[in-house]
């Protein structure tokens, strides 16, 4: 009996000593994991470059989180916050430079109804347009959507929002701007310090340092290549140049150099940050006025086309139109409660960070952290600086990234595809409405499919 009782003990401890020291393994080799990817994803594959590529969105960024603020009252601190929160989380997760943007037809809406449509209207459309995209994601209806439209309509959509970013650039180089009221007061002025000049100067420097954007991607494709002929020291100089962070950082300079009283005037320390309240006629306002347009947009642009320029631009890196837009949704299901602008990726932010070098996660973590540190330390009062920022400068770096979002449409190879995207692109342009233009495209693709019959 003695024995008996010994063994067994013996023979329990044998059995289940292995299930515990399996479990813990299993857990830390899984957590290891998890911290690989991350440090994969925000490794920087050249420094300079990527930290170029992370000014390529600011051209769509900057002019319309300032007209909220300035038009609207926006806290300007706890978006900073917010929105920095979330380019780096998205850094860490995919691994590519997926921008964070402001909800475009939201913010049109808000500028162009005045008093009715305030701060609580605004949030509410955002939270509702994030709750709508989290519930596609997660049922599974976004992976579906993503699978069946036709990629023809999928590039109409991107060339009419390249094309439409172009047009407002240009709008922005030759017209003064006010962006409270979202309109141009006038012709700008050939010289000064946000002069016509200027702007021309800006966009002959990126189009000599980036050339059409075909070089580097030449250059990476036959790295391995002895027979392809070195270029000069001279040539390799200048094309390793960070050329969007210079003309920035010009405009930054050029900012305080025209108004040099600004530093007086700056407050250090974050915004107060708080819950909102909103009221019925809020959530009513903002889902009528904010979340229908706003949402064919976010599918179409932030979600598809998203990850549709995704595959393109990177081969190696898949994920799911079901997770873009399941962070879509939690950005704005969050930050939108404590006031910062509703935001969604946008295939034009992540056309113009690719333009200008951004390769990795890390790109846009950098400017996250950017937008943090500045939100933490400036908070409101940075829209002061961002008042005087030259805005021919933001509209050249806005007209490149618009191009290379553009661009993105050459791979069509039949007429039958030429014809579709180009009907989409039309109609989305001059109707003002990716959702007209994303109808218009299926049923000109359906009619195509059924005249072969």
């Not at 292995?18 to 920087?44: C, G, Q, R």
């Amino acid at each position: 009996m003695e024995s008996q009782n010994h063994h067994i003990p013996h023979h329990q401890t044998s059995q289940h000593s292995p299930e515990t020291t399996n479990n813990s393994p299993t857990s830390s080799n899984s957590l290891a994991k998890i911290i690989h990817k991350v440090k994969k994803n925000l490794v920087f594959q050249s420094k300079w470059a990527e930290i170029n590529g992370a000014m390529g969105d600011l051209g769509t960024y900057i002019p319309i989180v300032l007209a909220l603020t300035l038009a609207k009252d926006l806290d300007l601190g706890t978006t900073l916050i917010f929105t920095g929160i979330y380019n780096i989380v998205t850094g860490a997760i995919y691994g590519v430079p997926m921008p964070v943007q402001p909800m475009k037809s939201i913010a049109a809406v808000a500028i162009s109804n005045g008093s009715d449509f305030g701060i609580p209207e605004i949030m509410a459309a955002g939270i509702c347009t994030g709750g709508i995209l989290f519930v596609l994601g997660v049922t599974g209806l976004m992976h579906l959507a993503y699978k069946l439209i036709p990629l023809p309509v999928v590039r109409g959509i991107q060339l009419s929002q390249g094309l439409s970013f172009a047009m407002s650039a240009v709008k922005y180089i030759r017209k003064v701007q006010d962006f409270a009221k979202s309109k141009a007061k006038g012709n700008r002025h050939w010289l000064g310090l946000d002069g016509l000049v200027l702007a021309i100067v800006c966009a002959c420097f990126i189009m000599i340092v980036n050339g059409a954007g075909e070089e580097s991607a030449e250059r990476e494709a036959n790295d391995h290549e002895e027979e392809r002929p070195k270029r000069s020291r001279l040539r390799r100089i200048v094309a390793s140049l960070p050329s969007a962070f210079i003309v920035f950082l010009l405009g930054v300079i050029l900012a305080f150099v025209r108004r040099p009283n600004v530093v007086k005037d700056i407050n250090f320390g974050p915004s107060s940050i708080e819950v909102l309240k909103i009221t019925k006629h809020a959530w009513k306002e903002g889902f009528i006025k904010g979340t229908i347009p706003q949402l064919p947009l976010s599918v179409l642009n932030s979600v598809i086309a998203v990850c549709k320029l995704s595959a393109d631009l990177f081969p190696g890196k898949h994920f799911s139109a079901t997770s873009v837009s399941v962070t879509v949704g939690l950005m704005n299901l969050v930050g939108c409660w404590f006031g910062a602008m509703p935001c969604c990726h946008g295939a034009g932010g992540l056309a113009g960070q690719y333009k200008f070098g951004g390769r990795s996660g890390g790109c846009v973590a950098l400017l996250g952290a950017a937008k943090m540190v500045l939100g933490l330390v400036l908070g409101s009062s940075l829209v002061m600086v961002l008042d005087q920022f030259p805005v021919g400068v933001l509209g050249v770096l806005l007209l490149f990234a618009g191009i290379e979002l553009a661009m993105a449409s050459r791979d069509m190879n039949s007429k039958e595809e030429f014809f579709v995207m180009l009907v989409c692109t039309s109609v989305s342009l001059v109707g003002s409405s990716a959702a007209l233009g994303f109808v218009c495209g299926i049923v000109v693709h359906v009619l195509l499919k059924i005249r072969k019959f």
